[in-house]
């Protein structure tokens, strides 16, 4: 068979635009619902915490089904799949929209998010597949990779605007016509990539659900353990379900012949270093980012749109690094990329130990962006010294296990930061009392000094959380030193579909 469509001309290129656009949908529709959760509140009468289950339904069905969806690639053909979730993630924006009450939204958000998650790991895939030069591939990764950073600013902006001038409903319907438009360049663009195996045994669907429920209960536990108590009854639970369900689900996988994870992967040194640095990495960063907007509405006073813009030079700094990164690729080895981008990273993350009160604009703008550079510099590196360390076959597979990595990496950093934050608000508050004098008994006095006691207590425990994300970037970026993944050559067959 002759060469495939993808690597003549530039139709390689709106393939990677098809994937984006799927990418950019699928993390917009993220970081825009949030903005809506108060007036979804208003009109379904519940509270903060009951609305939270729309997020974290949405979380762990992600994670979940990731994997699921990675193998199904490999198997069935990436661009089955790719179109059965981006059709179903559409649907389900649809019905998002026509929810009623708390309990048909979480419904119809874990249909959302099931289908949502078939993106990575077969967007991934079919750029991997499409672009076969290593440094032509690590530019479309770092280029894709920018839609992330793009996402997470545009969605304030863009989710803003929505519900003031029209309602909640309309966060979730502004995935159908973009949706649509995308669908239809992935039915034009996009051709069918799978495994090469010829023999294709049953698919894993025990160690599916084992993996679910080992999933499930770790994001859970991840998600509501600051409010359960990392201690309680409840977190117990999900700390033994999540071991239990691991070790049933590693049992089976050494035994199947096509398991969901290859447990093979881990035995290779490069891809086992690479997902922890992504993991550390991941979870610095995302317990950094989580904070920067409540810290800019709690203590600098900005509204939501205000703070939205203040992520625009971020995904600008993003875009621009990416694909900067992506094209050293080749000039030198990938782990001085990943090593480089890391410490200037945890630079970025550091300067925004020194905030206050009174801090401005530009004392947000400028760490944020110098993170936002370091980290879109390695991104297209990380994810190539993934793809690069396993068989082509099963790039889809070895890139769910690298999105689940990266999902429960921010999980994980939220979950390790709030408790930071949290514990050192006790700490400052007692140590700010213990050297504070109050030499009046006036009420009106003591209350505006306990006021300002408390303000500083809580700005130094942000300053505290802030201190610890960037030692935890910064001692991260020495595990990259240590990945050398093989340069590989593509063989004639490699340039072969099936079709």
Not at 26 to 33: K, Y
Not at 34 to 54: C, E, H, R, V, Y
């Amino acid at each position: 068979m002759s060469d495939t469509i993808e690597s003549k001309g530039n139709l390689k290129w709106w393939i990677l635009f098809t994937v984006i656009i799927g990418t950019f949908l699928g993390r917009l529709d993220q970081t825009i619902v949030g903005l809506a959760l108060p007036k979804i509140m208003n009109d379904f009468g519940i509270t903060i915490t009951s609305a939270a289950w729309i997020t974290t339904a949405y979380i762990i069905a992600n994670a979940v089904f990731v994997p699921i969806w990675g193998k199904l690639g490999d198997i069935l053909g990436r661009k089955k799949i790719y179109i059965l979730g981006f059709s179903i993630f559409i649907v389900g924006s649809v019905l998002c929209a026509l929810a009623w009450n708390l309990q048909s939204m979480v419904v119809f958000r874990i249909i959302q998010a099931i289908a949502g998650s078939a993106d990575y790991p077969t967007a991934m895939a079919i750029i991997a597949i499409t672009f076969k030069e290593g440094k032509e591939r690590a530019q479309a990764l770092g280029i894709w990779s920018s839609s992330f950073a793009a996402a997470a600013v545009f969605g304030p902006l863009i989710g803003g605007p929505l519900i003031d001038n029209f309602s909640w409903q309309s966060v979730f319907m502004i995935n159908l016509p973009v949706g649509i438009i995308g669908l239809i360049m992935a039915l034009i663009f996009i051709h069918e990539s799978k495994s090469e195996e010829k023999e294709r045994p049953a698919f894993d669907w025990v160690g599916a659900l084992v993996l679910g429920i080992s999933l499930a209960s770790l994001v859970l536990v991840l998600d509501k353990g600051i409010d359960w108590g990392w201690m309680s009854l409840k977190s117990w639970i999900a700390y033994v379900v999540t071991a239990v369900a691991t070790g049933v689900f590693i049992l089976i996988e050494k035994r199947h012949k096509a398991p969901i994870v290859d447990l093979k992967f881990f035995k290779n040194k490069n891809f086992v270093t690479g997902l922890v640095n992504n993991f550390v990495i991941f979870m610095g960063m995302m317990g950094c980012v989580y904070l920067i907007p409540i810290f800019a509405q709690t203590f600098l006073g900005f509204n939501a749109t205000k703070t939205g813009q203040l992520f625009i030079p971020m995904a600008a700094a993003m875009m621009i690094a990416a694909p900067l990164g992506g094209s050293l690729t080749g000039k030198f080895k990938p782990k001085y990329i990943i090593f480089v981008s890391s410490i200037f990273a945890s630079i970025g993350i550091y300067l925004f130990s020194f905030v206050e009160a009174k801090s401005g604009v530009l004392d947000i703008i400028i760490p944020l962006s110098i993170m936002a550079f370091g980290m879109g510099f390695g991104m297209a590196q990380r994810t190539a010294v993934i793809s690069n360390s396993v068989p082509k076959e099963e790039i889809g597979s070895a890139s769910s296990v690298l999105a689940l990595t990266r999902n429960i990496a921010g999980a994980f950093g939220i979950a390790l930061f709030g408790t930071i934050l949290t514990s050192a608000m006790k700490t400052h508050a007692i140590d700010l009392s213990h050297s504070t004098t109050i030499n009046t008994l006036t009420p009106s006095i003591f209350r505006e000094v306990v006021g300002l006691i408390t303000l500083q207590a809580q700005i130094l425990s942000y300053r505290t959380v802030f201190t610890w994300s960037a030692i935890i970037v910064f001692c991260g970026s020495f595990l990259s030193l240590f990945i050398n993944p093989p340069i590989r050559k593509m063989a004639k067959e490699d340039e072969i579909f099936i079709e």
